[in-house]
């Protein structure tokens, strides 16, 4: 008969695990993403939030996304830092994942005063795909788009695709239904980029 694990000894590798997990930071123990310089020019920003997955000791091996920051560059240049990094001091000696959101900020003499704001309800109704709330976890369908001084969307792009095609077209098809508050700096109008994220409809 095999021996029943250590209840006792198993709450404490499990609070030893939790520990080493809070020392989970990039900026102390990898070489942060250094931001895009196509990025910067195009003013994407965003926070991309992703689950580390940590080898024994404590390098980091993979990254599932959790959230994008609404541009596939962006989450790019954050897996492309981590993986491989060791981001724990201490090995743990067995595989462990962590949480991170990392935010990618433009300076601050680039930002519009006001980035593009969508105008509530203005997309298309489709039973294929919804705008997902910032609440919903999963990473979606992102469909970038740059928004005219007018409000209009003017181009688009599929940061990150579903796998399926017809929910991939429908996904930009709404997107460019969709109207903006225009963005602002000193009160003038500019051309911005913005990102949707879309869910697919439950049936």
């Not at 067995?94 to 006001?114: G, M, P, T, V, W």
């Amino acid at each position: 008969m095999a021996n029943e694990p250590n209840s006792s000894s198993t709450q404490e590798q499990a609070v030893a695990a939790d520990m080493l997990l809070k020392k989970v930071n990039i900026h102390d123990h990898c070489i942060p993403p250094k931001y895009p310089k196509a990025a910067q020019l195009n003013h994407f920003h965003g926070s991309t939030k992703v689950t580390l997955k940590i080898d024994p000791s404590g390098r980091v091996t993979a990254v599932d996304f959790l959230r994008s920051s609404g541009w596939w560059i962006l989450d790019e240049a954050l897996a492309k830092s981590v993986i491989g990094c060791k981001i724990l001091d201490e090995a743990p000696g067995k595989e462990l994942s962590a949480a991170i959101q990392y935010n990618f900020r433009l300076d601050e003499k680039i930002r519009f005063d006001k980035d593009p704001e969508l105008i509530a309800d203005s997309c298309e109704k489709s039973d294929l795909v919804r705008i997902a709330d910032p609440t919903e976890n999963g990473l979606g369908i992102v469909v970038g788009s740059l928004v005219s001084k007018t409000g209009e969307v003017q181009r688009t792009s599929l940061e990150w695709a579903s796998g399926d095609e017809a929910l991939d077209r429908e996904s930009i098809r709404v997107v460019k239904s969709c109207k903006f508050n225009p963005a602002t700096t000193a009160g003038k109008l500019y051309n911005a980029p913005y990102s949707i994220r879309l869910l697919p409809v439950s049936k």
